[in-house]
T-cell receptor
Framework: DSGVTQTPKHLITATGQRVTLRCSPR?????VYWYQQSLDQGLQFLIQYYNGEERAKGNILERFSAQQFPDLHSELNLSSLELGDSALYFC?????????????FGEGSRLTVL | DQQVKQNSPSLSVQEGRISILNCDYT??????FLWYKKYPAEGPTFLISISSIKDKNEDGRFTVFLNKSAKHLSLHIVPSQPGDSAVYFCAATPTSYGKLTFGQGTILTVHP
């Protein structure tokens, strides 16, 4: 158990809809990261938040947005969903101090767009 | 632009033998390199890491080798066990904290 909690574990929705994925980081971790893993793809970095502020941005679509709340949980909002958005979405958190670069991952939210 | 590459999508080895997983990178700013293991229906879990000031790091059956001049790292698993069967991801970062850039992953299958 990494200590990172993601909900929901599975989500099935239709094209054009909007969904929200939720992540609770490990206790004490201020940084939250979102990654997308599509079929046969590696983990693609989407966005990072640190203590409520956006810290780094990857290849995140304009239809996607995220935020980190004062209690440090984070939400990833996916709108105008397309078939190609079907993927595993992972949240990760990390310690605030320099370390070995390790991120701690949740079990992921599997999104299926029909 | 794929900055971290794992060119072997899959690897099959016999139990007890050595498994060698390879990874290449292009960004010379990367300073920390990590290996993650992922089982189906689970999130990636950290396995072992190495900083650029070292060329080898060992943890039990797992050893990571870094060749900075070749921008290449490898993970050796000796001896391989059936429970090691999983997807292995190589990752890199320019600092000891912050986002990781991942390779595509290599599916390791260890046969009894």
């Amino acid at each position: 158990d990494s200590g990172v909690t993601q909900t929901p574990k599975h989500l099935i929705t239709a094209t054009g809809q909007r969904v929200t994925l939720r992540c609770s980081p490990r206790s004490g971790d201020l940084s939250v990261y979102w990654y997308q893993q599509s079929l046969d793809q590696g983990l693609q970095f989407l966005i990072q938040y640190y203590n409520g502020e956006e810290r780094a941005k990857g290849n995140i679509l304009e239809r996607f947005s995220a935020q980190q709340f004062p209690d440090l949980h984070s939400e990833l909002n996916l709108s105008s969903l397309e078939l190609g958005d079907s993927a595993l979405y992972f949240c990760a958190s990390s310690a605030t101090l320099p370390g070995t670069g390790e991120l701690f991952f949740g079990e992921g939210s599997r999104l299926t767009v029909l | 632009d794929q900055q971290v590459k794992q060119n072997s999508p899959s690897l099959s080895v016999q139990e007890g033998r050595i498994s060698i997983l390879n990874c290449d990178y292009t960004n010379s700013m990367f300073d920390y390199f990590l290996w993650y293991k992922k089982y189906p229906a689970e999130g990636p879990t950290f396995l072992i890491s190495i900083s650029s000031i070292k060329d080898k790091n060992e943890d039990g059956r797992f050893t990571v080798f870094l060749n900075k001049s070749a921008k290449h790292l490898s993970l050796h698993i000796v001896p391989s066990q059936p429970g090691d069967s999983a997807v292995y991801f190589c990752a890199a970062t320019p600092t000891s904290y912050g986002k990781l850039t991942f390779g595509q992953g290599t599916i390791l299958t260890v046969h009894p």
